[in-house]
T-cell receptor
Framework: EDQVTQSPEALRLQEGESSSLNCSYTVSGLRGLFWYRQDPGKGPEFLFTLYSAGEEKEKERLKATLTKKESFLHITAPKPEDSATYLCAVRDTGNQFYFGTGTSLTVIP | KAGVTQTPRYLIKTRGQQVTLSCSPISGHRSVSWYQQTPGQGLQFLFEYFSETQRNKGNFPGRFSGRQFSNSRSEMNVSTLELGDSALYLC???????????FGAGTRLSVL
């Protein structure tokens, strides 16, 4: 069964303290791995799509990487405005999306 | 360009009632997917519509149904509401359903 697991569930960082979020997956034929950011009371906001192992994408302080079994979202020198829940999702060959339960990130000034 | 619009934003219903939620996708998007989000389960896929046809369905009971109109707008209906149906219901649209999904702000349903 296709599955997505994110860790840690929650992460507290001091402003400027870099770290990584993990997304491990088992899927019958990966057709894309997606990272989203969700703020309280809002819908998920698209960040990145990765399609093949070795691929990397960057946006401001965020960098997403992909291997055959997991993806990492690296946060460099985070700021309080980076506080949010980060969601990972995969699309399988059946064109269905599976989401992880997310990592809640809090960046303390 | 307008984003995905979901109405209403908040709903309070009682057990046994039924409810209809609405989603207007981004202009030009033909695929609309619905998700249920709860603190414990995360986002759970309900169904996907493409060109007025249900293309995928998640593992939810038949009380959950949906439809899509010719202008790609979609509605989701839940009949005989249960307390466990309390959740944030999210709608996402994409060009074809095979690429990036863009989400609305959701409808917060509370069942009392």
């Amino acid at each position: 069964e296709d599955q997505v697991t994110q860790s840690p569930e929650a992460l507290r960082l001091q402003e400027g303290e870099s770290s990584s979020l993990n997304c491990s997956y088992t899927v019958s034929g990966l057709r894309g791995l997606f990272w989203y950011r969700q703020d309280p009371g809002k819908g998920p906001e698209f960040l990145f799509t990765l399609y093949s192992a070795g691929e990397e994408k960057e946006k401001e302080r965020l960098k997403a990487t992909l291997t055959k079994k997991e993806s990492f979202l690296h946060i460099t020198a985070p700021k309080p405005e980076d506080s949010a829940t980060y969601l990972c999702a995969v699309r399988d060959t059946g064109n269905q999306f599976y989401f992880g339960t997310g990592t809640s990130l809090t960046v303390i000034p | 360009k307008a984003g995905v619009t979901q109405t209403p934003r908040y709903l309070i219903k009682t057990r046994g009632q039924q409810v209809t939620l609405s989603c207007s996708p981004i202009s030009g998007h033909r695929s609309v997917s619905w998700y249920q989000q709860t603190p414990g389960q995360g986002l759970q896929f309900l169904f996907e519509y493409f060109s007025e046809t249900q293309r995928n369905k998640g593992n939810f009971p038949g009380r959950f149904s949906g439809r899509q109109f010719s202008n790609s707008r979609s509605e989701m209906n839940v009949s005989t509401l249960e307390l466990g149906d309390s959740a944030l219901y999210l709608c996402a649209s994409s060009w074809t359903g095979k690429n990036i999904q863009y989400f609305g702000a959701g409808t917060r349903l509370s069942v009392l």
